[in-house]
């Protein structure tokens, strides 16, 4: 059977890396004995956003019907709101293409795989949620706390500023007082030009 691998990241930092997606959905492909006939690779959007131009590729290539079956990771790398990926899971439909989730066993082919696809996305959806409610009231209490300040304690007070002043008339760089007075270089430029 032919089929198209589709994987994603978000971001190209914090250790994310694309080649671990294609390699275990090389694998799944291989072990069921399926012909890639293409993959496509976004890097660097959100799994909520929808337009990706290797998702647009492949949905073209759908069109065509150039293959039966996209072959994902996760299903939060194809779609991270329950939405979304209905709307693109009713789009392969429409050309007779399915998806196949390796990380879940997921396969939407069969009324059971679309069920608990439409389940997880809505439950993916929901962690994220909460996680970004726990955030927010982690600053929150962070700043109630700390009497309404949040973030890295600043080695900044008049003193040094002054200092930062003077160093930089006797012509002292950006990064030197910056490393001199254990501020940021951001810090240092807006004490120069206050």
């Known amino acids: 059977?032919?089929?198209?691998?589709?994987?994603?990241?978000?971001?190209?930092?914090?250790?994310?890396?694309?080649?671990?997606?294609?390699?275990?959905?090389?694998?799944?492909?291989?072990?069921?004995?399926?012909?890639?006939?293409?993959?496509?690779?976004?890097?660097?959007?959100?799994?909520?956003?929808?337009?990706?131009?290797a998702l647009d590729e492949l949905i073209k290539d759908a069109r065509?019907?150039?293959?039966?079956?996209?072959?994902?990771?996760?299903?939060?790398?194809f779609a991270g709101t329950p939405v979304l990926l209905l709307n693109l899971l009713d789009e392969l439909k429409r050309f007779n293409v399915h998806l196949v989730?390796?990380?879940?066993?997921?396969d939407t082919s069969t009324p059971l795989g679309e069920m608990v696809s439409t389940m997880i996305a809505a439950i993916s959806k929901m962690e994220l949620f909460?996680?970004?409610?726990?955030?927010?009231?982690?600053?929150?209490?962070?700043?109630?706390?700390?009497?309404?300040?949040?973030?890295?304690p600043t080695n900044l007070n008049t003193q040094v500023e002054m200092q930062i002043r003077q160093k930089r008339k006797e012509g002292w760089g950006i990064r030197k007082l910056?490393?001199?007075?254990?501020?940021?270089?951001?810090?240092?430029r807006k004490v120069i030009t206050a």
Request: with cysteine; glycine share 6%; charged share 30%.
């Open 130 to 152: 909460n996680l970004s409610h726990r955030i927010k009231s982690g600053i929150s209490n962070a700043k109630r706390k700390n009497g309404g300040t949040w973030g890295r």
């Open 64 to 77: 065509q019907r150039k293959f039966k079956l996209v072959i994902s990771d996760e299903l939060s790398r």
């Open 1 to 53: 059977m032919k089929v198209a691998i589709y994987t994603r990241i978000s971001t190209n930092h914090l250790n994310q890396d694309i080649d671990r997606q294609i390699h275990e959905c090389r694998r799944y492909c291989e072990s069921m004995g399926y012909e890639i006939v293409n993959e496509y690779l976004d890097k660097g959007f959100a799994r909520t956003t929808r337009n990706r131009p």
């Open 101 to 106: 989730s390796v990380k879940e066993s997921i």
């Open 178 to 188: 910056s490393k001199h007075f254990h501020v940021g270089q951001s810090t240092v």
